[in-house]
Structures are given as structure tokens and as C-alpha cells.
């Protein structure tokens, strides 16, 4: 069975690249799906309906763009990777963290130890909590070669 997995949250760093490299090295059935991480591309989402004033009105606009595409893979997905960095707060992420709550999308996060107070309520929801790419995979090979 092919997962669809969908990969939330931090833009920064390489972590979906590291991901999806140790699972393609490991010949795992699975398609990913990810947010729009070029960042001046996901604020500029709504810029088409017209120019704003204000700052608030753009990224309000651009948001409802951005959530057509997000709300849609993550209905489609079947399992939510979720990652929180440590030198920008994710809201996004977190908020993705609780639509999938709310779906009962199954989800992990991954997150560094120094976080996991502020991260408590969406750990808490996650089926698991991982601090490294290369355990993701872990879990990632473990589900999908228990057919």
C-alpha cells in the first residue's frame, strides 16, 4: 500500500529532503506532499486578487490561498509529519497539528528536546514524537512493511 504522507512545518533547515532521501534509499512506498516552502512565494499566495493597503489584509488574503492547498493534501494524506524548529515559532505548523487532530489524521512530530514543555498539548495528540529525521524513517519503515 502507498502512504501519502504530508510534511508540515519548519522551512529553514533540510529535514523533508532527509526524510524523503531515507525513505526512497530504504524502497519505501511513499508520496509526499509538503506547504509551499518558498516563503516569499506562500506570502505572495493571494497577491493575484488585488493589491492591499495593509500588511494584515495581504497575509490574511494570502492565507486563505495557502489553506485551499493545505486543508486539501492533509484531508488526502495519511499520516502528517510535523516539524517544529527551534529559531522561529511554527504557528502554522501548530496549526496544522489540530486540523489533523480534529480529522483524526494521524500524525508526528519532530521537534527538538528543548521544546517539548511549550509543545506539550501537540505532542500530547501525536501518535509519536520524534527529535530526528532518521527516525521518522524508522517509524515510516515500520508501518509501511507491516502489511
Known amino acids: 500500500m502507498a502512504y501519502r504522507v504530508y510534511l508540515s512545518g519548519e522551512i529553514h533547515t533540510d529535514w523533508r ?3 524523503i532521501r531515507g525513505c526512497k534509499d530504504s524502497g519505501l512506498d511513499i508520496e509526499f506532499s509538503s ?17 492591499e493597503g495593509s500588511q494584515f489584509w495581504r497575509d490574511h ?15 488526502h494524506c495519511d499520516l502528517a509529519i510535523i516539524r517544529f524548529g527551534d ?18 489524521k494521524p500524525y508526528i512530530t519532530l521537534h527538538d528536546e ?17 527529535t530526528s529525521p532518521a ?12 502489511a
Open 17 to 19: 529532503d532527509q526524510i
Open 61 to 75: 488574503k494570502s492565507a486563505k490561498v495557502n489553506a485551499i492547498r493545505i486543508q486539501t493534501v492533509i484531508k
Open 35 to 51: 506547504a509551499v516552502t518558498n516563503h516569499e512565494a506562500s506570502d505572495a499566495a493571494g497577491d493575484c486578487l488585488g493589491e
Open 135 to 146: 527516525q521518522v524513517v524508522e517509524i515510516l519503515t515500520y508501518i509501511t512493511n507491516q
Open 87 to 104: 529559531k522561529y515559532k511554527q504557528w502554522n505548523a501548530a496549526f496544522d497539528a489540530g486540523y489533523c487532530a480534529a480529522l483524526g
Open 114 to 130: 528543548a521544546i517539548v514543555h511549550a509543545l506539550k498539548e501537540v505532542d500530547g495528540a501525536a501518535q509519536a514524537w520524534a
